[in-house]
């Protein structure tokens, strides 16, 4: 963890507490508590064979999990500078079983291919419906929804071609996911 960590924090790489990583367009951008990380990890359980597609990149530390315990992750975040720096560090670790994005996902990420995890590490109001078609048959969705300081956690799991079960895994407090600022067109 403390390969993805700026160097101002590298001693609280291993803290339970959110580490600064810089901010898009005012917003703060953080990674996660080590705690959430590692309970999303095990909810997901991620295996040998799975694709896997996470929205909000940051530093490359999910990523980097995501990618050592499955075969390959898309990876999209919507600041250039996050996904340069998590580049960086997937390198410096020769992870290569990872494609970087810098786009919007708020809405949706349209990808060729179906996952079999998806993890979004930004809370959003509700679970969105694109991302959970977006899932294999017995693929596994991670999302946290609602408003700070109340928010849950859930694991969506597809279980037919229309049918899914969600299951409330526990009550946490992440980053709301980045709405890009729209641009109004003045006289």
Same mark, same amino acid.
């Given at each position: 963890?403390?390969?993805?960590?700026?160097?101002?924090?590298?001693?609280?790489?291993?803290?339970?507490?959110?580490?600064?990583?810089?901010?898009?367009?005012?917003?703060?951008?953080?990674?996660?508590?080590?705690?959430?990380?590692?309970?999303?990890?095990?909810?997901?359980?991620?295996?040998?064979?799975?694709?896997?597609?996470?929205?909000?990149?940051?530093?490359?530390?999910?990523?980097?999990?995501?990618?050592?315990?499955?075969?390959? /992750?898309?990876?999209?975040?919507?600041?250039?500078?996050?996904?340069?720096?998590?580049?960086?560090?997937?390198?410096?670790?020769?992870?290569?079983? /990872?494609?970087?994005?810098?786009?919007?996902?708020?809405?949706?990420?349209?990808?060729?291919?179906?996952?079999?995890?998806?993890?979004?590490?930004?809370?959003?109001?509700?679970?969105?419906?694109?991302?959970?078609?977006?899932?294999?048959?017995?693929?596994?969705?991670? /999302?946290?929804?609602?408003?700070?300081?109340?928010?849950?956690?859930?694991?969506?799991?597809?279980?037919?071609?229309?049918?899914?079960?969600?299951?409330?895994?526990?009550?946490?407090?992440?980053?709301?996911?980045?709405?890009?600022?729209?641009?109004?067109?003045?006289?």
């Amino acid at each position: 963890r403390e390969n993805f960590t700026p160097d101002e924090y590298k001693t609280l790489a291993y803290v339970d507490t959110r580490i600064p990583l810089g901010s898009y367009e005012e917003h703060p951008c953080d990674m996660a508590n080590p705690v959430i990380d590692g309970r999303f990890l095990q909810a997901v359980d991620v295996q040998d064979d799975d694709l896997v597609l996470e929205i909000g990149t940051g530093s490359g530390y999910l990523t980097a999990c995501l990618a050592k315990l499955g075969r390959h /992750v898309d990876s999209v975040d919507i600041s250039e500078d996050m996904t340069e720096m998590a580049e960086k560090n997937l390198q410096a670790l020769n992870i290569d079983n /990872v494609k970087l994005s810098t786009g919007d996902a708020s809405k949706g990420w349209e990808q060729k291919r179906n996952y079999d995890v998806i993890a979004i590490t930004a809370s959003l109001k509700s679970i969105p419906t694109s991302y959970k078609k977006l899932l294999k048959p017995g693929g596994r969705l991670f /999302v946290v929804t609602g408003e700070a300081p109340a928010m849950t956690a859930h694991l969506v799991t597809r279980t037919g071609e229309k049918s899914w079960t969600v299951e409330e895994l526990f009550e946490t407090s992440i980053e709301p996911m980045i709405q890009p600022v729209k641009q109004e067109f003045e006289f």
